[in-house]
């Protein structure tokens, strides 16, 4: 394998920034010489998060628009790729709520252990991983199973070098986006909280310019979302930006927080901030809301042309409070064609689970098993859209590790699958 020296490497560097569209418009604030000079002599693949991002971006880039669902295990992230979904988004607010790395039950506010989302963005792709195996052992390569995973860095879970390190373990674990929000790390909120804390417009850009060299120490071209509370968020730490200092209305917290007039405005000066470092730009909003969404994205589009949007179409919003039926049908399409090209669902995967556990087990308390043989029966209806978890023990790979047994042992006897009453009685005419 031939080396190249360190300034083959910085000149290689150098020339892809300037001549990838992939970096067109994009700033870094540091050199291809700092990049070469910190990420170590030996160059370490990153497969999954390198061909998740690349796919991610080629995606935002062609399509009318990316929808996603949030998902906080692997089997739901498993199945949204089999009904069709083309990438997962994995929501903070839902490691919080129930699958962090301290195995507790927590609000969106950052309470959680900063490997935790690191931690079920692996899984999901474990996941991937073996749907993928289970597949091809079966001599079919029907779904690309790797679809790329948007994942929360919440607020960097600090300053720079807390933003650098979470990038690095993000990529590590095969997210293919990151984003990361401009409120203080220590008070934050999820977005659609009150007493949001805003740090000033150069902090912000300082952990998106962290993230992104994280990204290029590591040699992958992670799509960085920037995502501003600004609409909302009326404090902030400190009036010694420039940017801010317009909307500080001089009133004083008791915290020592500086009072802003929070908004439209403000979320537009933060957006136009945080556009030369990052891929995307999210601003977060406290209900469906076309119109503002217009604005936000011509304000952004008048100094950058073309800058790629995202847009959280939460569960936090009454929809049809606020919307009527025509409108929420075409809401993600007249999104699209503003230019908010990834859209997601931040809770849908605790919205779903919640609700379908508590479908199940009201009806189950009063009519026992009546209820569960109609979940079931609903499984097997679903095998016409590609379904097919009603077989759990194919599902999950015990099919799979029959081969892996056999190879080993040609004569093996003790094959789980074959001989099972999942083999005797899910695998018939009607339920094959």
């Not at 373990?169 to 990151?178: L, N, Q, R, S, T």
């Not at 902090?203 to 993230?211: G, M, T, W």
């Not at 406290?286 to 217009?294: E, I, M, N, R």
């Amino acid at each position: 394998m031939t080396t190249l020296t360190r300034e083959q490497q910085i000149a290689a560097l150098e020339k892809d920034w300037a001549e990838n569209p992939r970096w067109k418009g994009i700033q870094r604030g540091y050199s291809a010489a700092d990049v070469v000079r910190l990420r170590g002599s030996l160059p370490i693949e990153h497969t999954l998060a390198k061909r998740g991002a690349e796919k991610l971006w080629n995606l935002v880039n062609t399509e009318p628009f990316v929808n996603s669902l949030g998902a906080l295990t692997g089997n739901q992230a498993m199945q949204q790729v089999k009904a069709g979904l083309k990438a997962i988004y994995l929501s903070g607010w839902q490691v919080a709520g129930d699958a962090n790395s301290n195995g507790e039950m927590y609000p969106d506010q950052s309470l959680y252990s900063v490997d935790s989302v690191p931690k079920v963005v692996k899984r999901i792709n474990a996941t991937f991983k073996r749907a993928d195996e289970i597949q091809w052992s079966e001599g079919k390569n029907d779904i690309d199973y790797f679809a790329p995973i948007v994942a929360d860095a919440e607020a960097g879970f600090g300053g720079v070098l807390n933003a650098f390190e979470l990038m690095k373990g993000m990529i590590d674990a095969g997210a293919a986006g990151v984003h990361f929000e401009d409120q203080l790390a220590a008070a934050k909120k999820c977005g659609h909280m009150g007493g949001k804390v805003l740090v000033p417009t150069r902090e912000a850009v300082a952990k998106l310019v962290a993230a992104r060299l994280a990204a290029d120490t590591m040699g992958v071209p992670t799509v960085l979302l920037a995502r501003t509370d600004a609409e909302a968020g009326d404090l902030v730490t400190s009036d010694i930006d420039d940017n801010d200092k317009p909307f500080c209305t001089g009133e004083r917290t008791v915290e020592g927080f500086f009072r802003t007039r929070n908004g439209l405005d403000q979320a537009i000066s933060r957006g136009l901030a945080y556009a030369p470092y990052a891929d995307m730009i999210w601003c977060e909003t406290g209900k469906p809301d076309l119109a503002f969404a217009k604005a936000f994205a011509e304000a952004i589009h008048a100094k950058f042309p073309g800058k790629l949007l995202a847009y959280n179409c939460s569960p936090s919003f009454n929809w049809k409070k606020n919307l009527d039926d025509a409108t929420i049908a075409k809401f993600q399409r007249e999104l699209g064609a503003m230019g908010y090209k990834f859209q997601f669902i931040t809770l849908a995967g605790f919205h779903s689970l919640n609700y379908s556990m508590f479908n199940l087990a009201y009806g189950y308390a009063r009519n026992n098993m009546s209820a569960f043989v109609e979940l079931q029966e609903a499984e097997f209806a679903a095998a016409e859209k590609g379904f097919t978890a009603v077989k759990h023990q194919r599902e999950v790979g015990t099919g799979y590790f029959d081969a892996v047994t056999t190879t080993i042992e040609a004569q093996a006897s003790t094959a789980a699958l074959k001989g099972s009453t999942e083999d005797e009685q899910f695998f018939d005419a009607k339920h094959g």
